[in-house]
């Protein structure tokens, strides 16, 4: 077992933030929360009495924070982030699909990949709901090196079927990009405890209503998560309508086949109507909010305040490229510029939120007994008082905190990050 000294701040809801400032986590030799909480020396030696061989590790000038969760990004956009793009479809056309297409990548595919996640964990995140490129190796490879990494994904190859958006992309039917998505997800859902697979029908302008109809029946019948964009921007909104002219709007395409439900993100859900958020509210869909990405395109920001009075459980997600930032807490900030958010709600949306959404929160989200042990170490800033109150060493956090901060990075108890001095 292992305990480390800090000062340890904790998610508990959306609006209840545990703080231990001269805190401790335990971590046992399975790399589960044992214990944590105000340390002192009878609680050490009560540790001690259940196991005699633990380490201590002295973090007490630092802050131990859960680790994040990002909701929403794209694999294959790594490379492509801070590209400046007129609109959403604009930039697909010109920076993304053609730059995804080359992206056969054989030889550098693993340490573009490993490089990845590795750029995750410097950042703190330790799980995220990824896009891969349409290529089923690429997204083979995609998972063995998160098997590799002991990075926690739900993960899936893009789908799209539909000549539009597709420009250079050799254009996959509908049944073989079905049969390629199985094929991944039984070869790789479940296969360890942190690998999960998605379906991820791109989007409606990229995606036939055959295929997301055999996404739909699909899921229906299995245990799977659903990956997908929705309603981003007004020009593709018009272009869905365009697209799929018998359905009321963007929202009942998807409702309609079938691809709603608890176990589907939609990545954005900005320009809905009314009828659109009960429509997601009923199926118990989930959001992922990308302020920094949604700013960057001058796409439109969510409405996050609509979706809580209809019950819709929302995280938060860089959506790198678009997003030009993996961190966090740059995407908090910007959520909080869309919306007045107290400190605790975005932490909560960028952890705990997220992994319920998720239907993870057994496992992961923030710092409880039982629960896998990922959690960040961060440096106290210097522009932070160590005495500073709850809220305002949050709020320091938020509006000011970066990749910087982080000194380690732990996931499942396994070191995974070390800041080079
Ligand atoms: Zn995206």
Known sequence: MKIYRARVLNIISLNKVEDFRNGYVAVDNHGKFFD?????????????????DLEVIDFTDYIILPAFIDMHLHLPQFHLRGRYGVSLLDWLKNHIIPAETKLTYEEQAHSYIKAFYEELYRNGTTTAVI?????TSFTDKAFEVASELGFRVILGKAMMDRKYLSMGLKVENAQKAMHDSIKLYEKWHKS???LFYAFSPRFAPATSEKLLKLVGEFAQ????????H???????????????PKYKNYTEVYYRTGILGPRTIVAHAIHLKESEYKLLAKTNTKVAHCPSSNFFLHSGQADTQKMVQYGIELGLGSDVGAGPSFSLFTIMRDAYYVRKMPPPEAFYYATLGS??????EKYIGNIGIGKDADFLVIKYPYWCRKDS?????????MFLGNDHLTLETYSRGVLKYRKAN
């Open 355 to 360: 992994a319920k959404a998720l239907g993870l």
């Open 36 to 52: 944590y909480g105000e340390f002192s020396d009878s609680k050490l030696n009560k540790l001690k009495r259940v196991c005699p």
């Open 192 to 194: 360890k405890d942190y």
């Open 230 to 244: 929705l309603a981003e921007t007004q020009e593709e909104v018009k272009l869905v309508k365009k697209l799929f």
């Open 221 to 228: 019948k299995n245990d799977v998560y659903i990956h997908t």
């Open 389 to 397: 109150s709850t809220d305002i060493l949050m709020s320091q956090l």
């Open 131 to 135: 896009f891969s490129s349409a290529s």
